[in-house]
C-alpha cells in the first residue's frame, strides 16, 4: 500500500476522535458520531504535509485493547501488528486520546507500546479538556510514557498543526532503530498491571478537575431514569414521525408539482410517441414520484445525526438494554439496529462490534426487520393516498401516527424474531452482559450535521439516477411492448409483457388483494424497495394518461380498495430484502445459508402478514 509515503495509522479508544482526526487530515467525509462504535472497518486517505511530505493514513476501528475480541477490533489489531493482508506496517501510530477520559486510552497506551513500533500519542478533545479545567504536564507525560505527545482538536480549524509538525519531525528522522516485538496477547492480570501503570502515569502527570462534567451527570438522571428516559425515547421518535409528515408536506407538494410541470413540458413539447411516453411516464412518473420523498429522507437524517451527535444513541442503547435482553438481543445490538432504521446495509455492518458469534448472528438476521428509510416512500405514498390527514385529540396528526405503528410494528417483530431464534436454536446460552461506554453529551456541530443531511441527500439522489432510473427504463419497456394489435380495445398497457408478467403472478398475489400492477412492481421492489413506488408510477402512467402521471396518489385511491393499501403496507414492513441487504448478509456471515434464510423467512412474514391484514379488514 505504502508506495513510498510516509505510513501512519490511527488507533485509540473507541469515540476519541480517530475518525474526526482522519477527516481534518485527509479532507474525507467519514462518519463521525458521538457513540463508540462508529467505525467498524479500515478506510484509508492520503494527504500532504506541511513540509511537503507525501503520506497516506489509516482510520482505524476503536478499540481498548489489542486482544481483538469483535471482528472489528480483530481489523484494528492486524493491523497494528502487520498481519492485515495488503495492508504494510504503519511506519508510524498515531495513539488517539480523548483527553477527557484518560483510563482506559493509557492502558492502550501501554498495551501498544509493546509492539515495539513507533509511536505517538495525540491528546484529543484539548478544547474540552481545557474548557473542564483539565491540566496536563505535556513533558513529564511524554517522559512517563516514554513516546512523543502532542494536543490536538480535531473538529477545529488549526487543531491538527502541532500534530502535522511533530509527524513531520518524526519523518525526517526515519528510519528508527528496530525494537523488539514484545506484545503477545495479554491475559486478565497482565491487563490489570498495566491499567495499574496507565493509573500511577494520570496521577503523576495529570491534575483532573474537582468536580467531573456535570452536566452530562444532571442531564443523565433524567435521560437514564428507567420510567422517565423511556418516556423521553418514545416522545422524541414521536415527534420525528410527525415531523416527517406535517413539515415535510409542502416541500413535497411543491416537488411534486414541479415534477407535474416537467411533465406537462414534455408532453406539449414533444410529439406524441415512443420518446414522449419513455420522458413522460418512465423517467418523470417513474423516478420523480421517488424523488418527492427527499424531503421526508431529509428530516428523518436530521433527526438521527443529531441524536448521535448530541451523545444520545449510546443511552437509548442503555434503557432498551433491559427489553432487548428479554427477546435474546445483546444490548450491543442496539446501535446496529438503530442505524438499520437509515439502512440495513450499515446497520449490519456495525454489528462487528458484537464480539459474540451467536450475538451477532441473531442482530444480522433480525436488522432488516428495522424500517429503512427506503420504505419511507412506499409508506408515504399509501398512506398519503388513504390515511385522512386529520387532526386527532387537536393535534397529532393521524397519518404521523400510522407511520409510527409503522415503524413500532417493525421494532416489535424484530424482536419477536430474535426471541424466537433464541428459542429454538440456543436455548442454553446467556448473553455477556452488556458494558457500552457513554460518551459526555456534546452540543451538535452544525457543519458536521449539515454535512451529514447533505450526504445522505445525495446518496438517496444518487440511487434515484442510478439503480432507479435504470429499473425504470426496464419496466417502461416491459409495460409498453409489445403494442397492442390495430383496432384493439382497453389500454395499451393490456397488451404488454409486464401484463403477462403480472397476470401470471396474479394467482399466487391475489389471495393478499393485490392486482396485477402490484404483482408488477414488486419484483423491482426486491431490488430496492422505493423502485417499487417507481414502478407504480411508471405502470399507472402508462395505463392511465397524463392525469394518472401528475397524481399517482389519487390515482390509487380510486384504483385499490383500502383493504388492499393496507395489505401492501403490511407487505413492506417484512419486504422480503433487498438484493444489496442480501449481498452483505452473505459477506458478513461468511455464508450464503444465512442470506437465504434471511429471504425466506422475510418472505414468509411477509406473505402471512398481508394475508392475514387483507383479510381482517375486509370483515370490517
Ligand atoms: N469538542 C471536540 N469534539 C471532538 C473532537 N474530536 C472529535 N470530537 C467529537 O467526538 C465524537 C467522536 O468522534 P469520532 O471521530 O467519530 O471518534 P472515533 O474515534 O472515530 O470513534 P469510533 O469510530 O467509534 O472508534 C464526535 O462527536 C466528534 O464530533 C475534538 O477535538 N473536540
Ligand atoms: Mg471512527
New binding site residues.
Given amino acids: 500500500m505504502s508506495t513510498g509515503s510516509f505510513h501512519l495509522a490511527l488507533v ?1 479508544a ?7 482526526l482522519f477527516n481534518a487530515l485527509t479532507g474525507s467525509r467519514q462518519k ?3 457513540y ?4 467498524v472497518e479500515r478506510k484509508a486517505g492520503v494527504f500532504v504535509t506541511p513540509a511537503g511530505r507525501n503520506v497516506s493514513l489509516v482510520d482505524l ?2 478499540t481498548y485493547s489489542l486482544r481483538g475480541r469483535s471482528p472489528d477490533e480483530e481489523i484494528t489489531r492486524d493491523v497494528v501488528l502487520g498481519r492485515f493482508p495488503g495492508e504494510a506496517l504503519p511506519d508510524l501510530m498515531l495513539c ?1 486520546v480523548d483527553a477527557t477520559n484518560l483510563r482506559l486510552a493509557f492502558r492502550l497506551v501501554l498495551e501498544l507500546k509493546r509492539t515495539g513500533r513507533p509511536m505517538m500519542v495525540v491528546l ?5 479538556a481545557q474548557r473542564r479545567g483539565v491540566s496536563v504536564d505535556i513533558d513529564k507525560l511524554s517522559a512517563e510514557l516514554g513516546v512523543p505527545v502532542v494536543t ?5 480549524k488549526a ?1 491538527t498543526e502541532e500534530l502535522l509538525r511533530r509527524t513531520d519531525e518524526f519523518a525526517a528522522r526515519t528510519p528508527q532503530p528496530a525494537q523488539d516485538n514484545t506484545w503477545k496477547t495479554l491475559s486478565i492480570a497482565e491487563l490489570k498491571g498495566l491499567q495499574r501503570e496507565a493509573d500511577r502515569i494520570i496521577a503523576a502527570t495529570i491534575r483532573l478537575p474537582e468536580k467531573p462534567d456535570s452536566l452530562t451527570t444532571r442531564v443523565d438522571a433524567v435521560v437514564l431514569h428507567p420510567v422517565a428516559g423511556l418516556l423521553i425515547l418514545a416522545l422524541i421518535l414521536f415527534v420525528m414521525f410527525q415531523a416527517v409528515f406535517s413539515w415535510a408536506q409542502p416541500l413535497m407538494q411543491l416537488l411534486s408539482d414541479a415534477f407535474a410541470a416537467l411533465g406537462q413540458l414534455v408532453n406539449d413539447v414533444l410529439p406524441p410517441g415512443l420518446l414522449q411516453s419513455f420522458l413522460q411516464n418512465g423517467v418523470i412518473s417513474g423516478v420523480g414520484s421517488v424523488l418527492v420523498f427527499l424531503p421526508q429522507i431529509i428530516i428523518i437524517f436530521l433527526f438521527i445525526l443529531l441524536l448521535e ?1 448530541f451523545g444520545y444513541m449510546a443511552r437509548a442503547a442503555f434503557l432498551m438494554d433491559r427489553i432487548m435482553g428479554g427477546a435474546g438481543l445483546h444490548g450491543r445490538a442496539f446501535i446496529p439496529l438503530l442505524s438499520s432504521f437509515a439502512c440495513a446495509i450499515p446497520g449490519i455492518m456495525a454489528t462487528r462490534v458484537i464480539d459474540n458469534r451467536r450475538d451477532r448472528l441473531t442482530t444480522i438476521l433480525v436488522a432488516p426487520l428495522m424500517t429503512c428509510s427506503a420504505r419511507i416512500p412506499v409508506y408515504t405514498l399509501i398512506i398519503s393516498a388513504f390515511i385522512p390527514a386529520t387532526q386527532i385529540w387537536g393535534w397529532v396528526n393521524l397519518q404521523g401516527l400510522v407511520m409510527f405503528g409503522l415503524y413500532a410494528v417493525g421494532i416489535a417483530s424484530a424482536l419477536g424474531v430474535s426471541f424466537l431464534i433464541k428459542f429454538f436454536m440456543w436455548r442454553d446460552y446467556a448473553p455477556a452482559p452488556f458494558m457500552l461506554e457513554l460518551p459526555d453529551y ?1 452540543l451538535p ?1 452544525l457543519k ?1 450535521i449539515a454535512l451529514g443531511v447533505y450526504t445522505r441527500a445525495k446518496m438517496f439522489l444518487y440511487r434515484a439516477g442510478t439503480t432507479i432510473l435504470s429499473m425504470m427504463v426496464l419496466i417502461w419497456f416491459l409495460a409498453s411492448f409489445p403494442q397492442p394489435p390495430a383496432g384493439a380495445e382497453g389500454p395499451a398497457i393490456n397488451y404488454s409483457l409486464a401484463a403477462m408478467i403480472g397476470h401470471a403472478l396474479e394467482p399466487l398475489l391475489a389471495p393478499l388483494g393485490f392486482n396485477w400492477q402490484i404483482a408488477v412492481a414488486l419484483i423491482p421492489g426486491m431490488a430496492a424497495r422505493e423502485v417499487a413506488v417507481a414502478a407504480l408510477g411508471t405502470v399507472y402512467a402508462i395505463e392511465g394518461g397524463k392525469e394518472a402521471a401528475d397524481q399517482i396518489g389519487q390515482v390509487l385511491a380510486t384504483q385499490w380498495s383500502l383493504p388492499t393499501a393496507l395489505s401492501l403496507l403490511a407487505w413492506y414492513i417484512f419486504a422480503p430484502q433487498c438484493a444489496s441487504t442480501l449481498a452483505v448478509i452473505r459477506r458478513e456471515t461468511g455464508s450464503t445459508k444465512w442470506m437465504v434464510v434471511t429471504f425466506v423467512y422475510m418472505f414468509a412474514l411477509a406473505y402471512l402478514a398481508s394475508l392475514l391484514t387483507y383479510n381482517v379488514a375486509r370483515m370490517f
Avoid: E, L
Fill in positions: 485509540g473507541p469515540n476519541s476522535g480517530k475518525t474526526s463521525v458520531a458521538n463508540p462504535g462508529v467505525t476501528p476503536g488517539v484529543n478533545m484539548f478544547d474540552i490536538s482538536v480535531a473538529v477545529r487543531g451527535d456534546k456541530r458536521s
